[in-house]
């Protein structure tokens, strides 16, 4: 009677097992047993890359010369290995600013001193002349069939980006709780950990350090299980139950050492070109004026701001004089400006810079289009900004003609 109860068990584990959902798979060849395929292939991207683009074409659109930019190795300085899966951290960082810097098409000429292997070994071919491309070329009046070379094809590069992954710390924090009777029990656990990186930007001709940068990250890992091992009664007989369940994840490390990687290179570019990158890293903000402002935008000016002592009724132009002739400006605190305007004009923030030219081309740049734009000076993290605003009717079709002028993330901050 026993054996006749077990087999219906094992039916109902089979169906159990046959319920669970391998996903899609395809038959590459008719002599071959299906594979499971996955997601389609795509484009590496990151939080970064549109902020490469941006970037890019606002230094295009400023004059700014291409620069002719070489990578050297990005290195993992670190030492971290894992008795499982080798190092811990990638050594690809060079592959990975070559792919970044590929997305400035406007201001950047690549250079590469990475790996020139093949280039190297043709060159040889060329000195012995054994390198030919299948044509004749003429020597001192004789054809022949190897390519002459009479130097200087290779192009100089105006400057190198070294340096390398620095840090790897484990475990910043953990914590969780495992409670467990009999065998079975529930468990959660979480841990932090983070990795720097530190870049310079050199110039090729004189090794001169124009510039460095130092970036890190936190990354966040997550476990949950529960566990499941015990005898129940089923058809009047004992039967031994060992389930489990659970969820790991954890933010792709190399995913964020290739985003540490390009915001460091990102603060290079902006030493080199004297202009910041970071109006193109702020999140456009909803139209509405009750949303919220990005967490990288302004602080609302309903708190004191410190600003240049500038009646509030001066233009634009008698502001930026101001700034620009003042060395060292006094700063007070002013009222929120929306106060002293009617109630349908909204503050709309055009860009922050912390090179102050920059923001006078912009400003320059609004005024030419018939935007009342003027210049605010504010003190942020013990570096002066400059804040190009305008005080603009609360519309999208004034915002769309705003950032159609390069500024494509304008925004209206809350009033």
Not at 27 to 53: C, H, Y
Not at 365 to 382: F, L, M, T
């Amino acid at each position: 009677m026993m054996m006749s109860r077990n087999p219906i068990s094992w039916l109902i584990l089979a169906s159990m097992l046959a319920s669970c959902d391998a996903g899609p798979t395809v038959q590459l060849a008719g002599d071959e047993q299906p594979i499971m395929i996955g997601s389609r292939v795509r484009r590496n991207t990151t939080i970064l890359t549109d902020t490469f683009v941006c970037f890019d074409n606002a230094l295009a659109k400023a004059g700014k010369k291409p620069l002719k930019i070489a990578v050297g190795n990005i290195a993992d300085y670190t030492g971290k290995t894992s008795d499982s899966e080798g190092a811990v951290i990638t050594r690809g960082g060079s592959l990975m600013l070559f792919s970044a810097l590929g997305l400035m098409k406007h201001s950047v000429k690549l250079q590469d001193r990475f790996d020139t292997t093949v280039t190297d070994m043709e060159m040889k071919y060329v000195n012995a002349r054994q390198l030919g491309d299948g044509s004749e070329h003429t020597v001192e009046n004789e054809k022949v069939p190897w390519m002459p070379y009479f130097g200087g094809s290779i192009l100089k590069s105006d400057y190198v980006i070294m340096g390398g992954i620095t840090e790897v710390n484990f475990n910043l924090s953990s914590g969780g709780f495992n409670a467990e009777m009999n065998q079975t029990g529930f468990k959660r656990r979480t841990f932090t950990m983070s990795i720097a990186a530190d870049l310079r930007l050199v110039k090729t001709d004189s090794l001169e350090v124009v510039a460095t940068s130092s970036f890190q990250k936190q990354f966040t890992g997550r476990e949950v299980n529960a566990n499941l091992f015990s005898f129940f009664d089923v058809f009047n007989n004992k039967q031994l139950f060992d389930v489990y369940g659970g969820d790991i994840s954890q933010e792709p490390m190399q995913l964020g050492v290739r985003t540490i990687l390009e915001e460091a290179t990102l603060e290079l570019l902006a030493h080199a070109n004297s202009m910041d990158y970071h109006p193109c890293t702020v999140p456009m903000a909803p139209a509405p004026a009750k949303a919220e402002p990005p967490k990288q935008a302004l602080a609302p000016l309903a708190e004191p701001v410190l600003t240049p002592n500038v009646p509030a009724a001066d233009t634009a132009r008698e502001t930026t004089t101001t700034l620009s002739q003042t060395a060292k400006p006094t700063l007070t605190a002013i009222p929120k400006p929306s106060a002293l305007l009617p109630q349908s004009t909204a503050r709309l923030l055009i860009g922050s810079f912390t090179v102050q030219s920059n923001a006078n081309a912009a400003l320059e740049q609004a005024k030419a289009n018939g935007i009342p734009a003027k210049i605010e000076a504010v003190i942020r993290d013990n570096r002066p900004w400059w804040i190009v605003v305008a005080f603009v009717a609360h519309d999208q079709a004034t915002l769309d003609q705003i950032r159609h002028l390069g500024f494509p993330d304008a925004f209206f901050a809350q009033n």
